[in-house]
């Protein structure tokens, strides 16, 4: 049988106190902590956007569009989630309002893909056709406003023309996030 030879193992790593030899990577070390400085910097971010309305739900999410005239003032969120429910607003102003009634057209994505699942309150009258919903609402007073309670459908951006007769149109961008 042949003999070998044993060489004891070496540290590389000097032994303090005679205890124990325990090796440090400072550079590894340093890239660590750069990147967990990076992923606290990110959740930060995720954070605050959140808060924002990036996500829903917030001063970024929330918007207003009017006519020129202040015929329609219109208050949605620019912003939603799949399937969360939310409110679209239609107030009225004098321009829109024609012989104590509302006549109001709104574009199909408002029922297909946002999901209308009621109006507030109820039109006196409902016709489908010509790419949209024609409603019309009888008007007692001024200011005069119609709620609809939304539920996106599926997620993506989606384009709501809105328009009432006398009043010029508006065209509203919704993004549904999933």
């Not at 005679?18 to 990110?42: N, P, Y």
């Not at 009634?101 to 009258?125: F, N």
């Amino acid at each position: 049988m042949p003999s070998t030879s044993t060489k004891p193992v070496e540290d590389s790593v000097k032994k303090v106190n005679d205890e124990l030899a325990v090796g440090s990577d400072l550079e590894f070390q340093h890239k660590w902590w750069r990147f967990t400085r990076g992923l606290w910097i990110f959740f930060a971010a995720v954070i605050v956007a959140d808060l924002l309305g990036c996500f829903g739900r917030g001063p970024l999410a929330n918007a207003t569009a009017r006519t020129p005239d202040n015929g329609i003032v219109v208050k949605y969120e620019r912003i939603e989630r799949y399937g969360a429910p939310s409110i679209l607003r239609i107030d009225f102003g004098q321009p829109a309002i024609q012989n104590g009634q509302v006549r109001l057209w709104v574009g199909e994505s408002l029922v297909k893909t946002l999901g209308a699942q009621r109006v507030i309150p109820q039109p006196d009258q409902s016709i489908v056709g010509a790419g949209g919903i024609s409603y019309v609402f009888p008007i007692s007073s001024t200011p005069a406003s119609v709620k609809f309670a939304l539920q996106p459908v599926a997620p993506g951006i989606y384009e709501l023309p809105i328009r009432a007769a006398g009043s010029p149109p508006i065209n509203l961008r919704i993004f549904v996030m999933p």
